[in-house]
C-alpha cells in the first residue's frame, strides 16, 4: 500500500482522525472560506465549494459550522485572509513529499515547514522538483474482506474508474469531483468506506525496506499534518502492511 493511501489507513487504525477531529474541522472551515472567497458562497455554482462542503459533511462536520465558514468566507462574517501554497521535499530514501498549506503568514508557515523537515530527517526542494509526479484524483479506500465481484459491480455502477487491491484495502479511483458520490453509493450498497478524499496520487512510487527510514517518514507525516497551516500531506512512499506492524 503506498502514499497518502497508507498514510489515511494507517490514521483510520490508530484512531488519530477522532483524537485529531477539533484540528480536522477547523483545517476544513479555511478551506470553506477560501474557496467561498474565491467562487462564491453557493455550492451549486462553485464547484470546489461543493467539494469542499461534501469533504466537511463526510467528516460529520455541522450543517450550523459549514454555514459559518462560508459565510466567513463570502464576507459576511468577519474572516481571515488566507494565501494557498504548497511546499515540496523529500523524506528519508527519497521519498517525494507535497505539503498544501493555506496560511495568513507565509513566512511563519514556512519556517515551521523547513523546520520540520529538518528535525526529522527530510529536506526542502524547490517548487517543481517533486510535483511533476503528482495529479489530483479521488481515492476511496474499502474494507478488504468485501467480495471481489461485489466491490466491482457498486465501484463501476456509481461512476469509478479503477479498482485495485491495495494491502488489506480495495482502493478505488474517481474523478475528484465525484469522489463524496461514490463513497455515498458504496455505502448504499452495503459496503464499508475506511476512507475518502480528492487527493494528490504520484505517478512513481517508492518502496520502504528500512524499519528506521519508515520510522522517519511517518515521523514527518505526522509532524506536517499537526501543523494547523497544513491541509494535507501528499507522498509516493510504499509501505507493507508487515512493515507498518513492525515500525508500530
Not at 469533504?55 to 459549514?66: E, F, S, V, Y
Not at 512513481?204 to 514527518?220: G, H, M, N, S, W
Request: aromatic share 4%; hydrophobic share 40%; proline share 2%.
Amino acid at each position: 500500500m503506498s502514499g497518502h493511501s497508507k498514510w489515511a489507513t494507517i490514521k483510520h487504525k490508530k484512531g488519530a482522525a477522532d483524537k485529531a477531529r477539533g484540528k480536522l474541522f477547523a483545517k476544513i472551515a479555511r478551506q470553506l472560506e477560501v474557496a467561498a472567497r474565491e467562487g462564491g458562497g453557493d455550492p451549486s455554482t462553485n464547484a470546489s465549494l461543493r467539494t469542499v462542503v461534501q469533504k466537511a459533511k463526510a467528516a460529520q462536520m455541522t450543517n450550523d459550522a459549514i454555514d459559518r465558514a462560508i459565510k466567513r468566507g463570502s464576507g459576511v462574517n468577519d474572516g481571515g485572509t488566507y494565501e494557498s501554497i504548497v511546499y515540496e521535499g523529500y523524506a528519508p530514501g527519497g521519498v517525494a513529499l507535497m505539503v498544501e498549506t493555506l496560511t495568513d503568514n507565509r513566512n511563519r508557515t514556512g519556517g515551521e515547514i523547513r523546520n520540520i523537515f529538518s528535525k526529522l530527517g527530510g529536506s526542502m526542494a524547490e517548487p517543481g522538483a517533486v510535483g511533476w509526479q503528482f495529479s489530483r484524483r479521488g481515492v476511496i479506500l474499502l474494507d478488504g474482506s468485501a467480495a471481489e465481484d461485489d466491490v466491482m459491480m457498486a465501484a463501476l455502477d456509481a461512476g469509478a474508474d479503477d479498482i485495485t487491491r491495495d494491502g488489506s484495502s480495495w482502493r478505488i479511483l474517481t474523478e475528484p469531483s465525484v469522489v463524496y458520490d461514490v463513497k455515498a453509493a458504496l455505502e448504499s450498497a452495503g459496503l464499508s468506506v475506511q476512507s475518502a478524499d480528492s487527493t494528490m496520487v504520484s505517478s512513481t512510487q517508492i518502496e520502504v525496506t528500512d524499519a528506521e527510514a519508515a520510522r522517519k517518514i511517518l515521523k514527518i507525516m505526522e509532524a506536517l499534518e499537526d501543523n494547523d497551516d497544513v491541509q494535507d500531506v501528499f507522498s509516493n512512499f510504499d509501505i507493507s502492511d508487515d512493515m507498518l506492524e513492525s515500525v508500530g
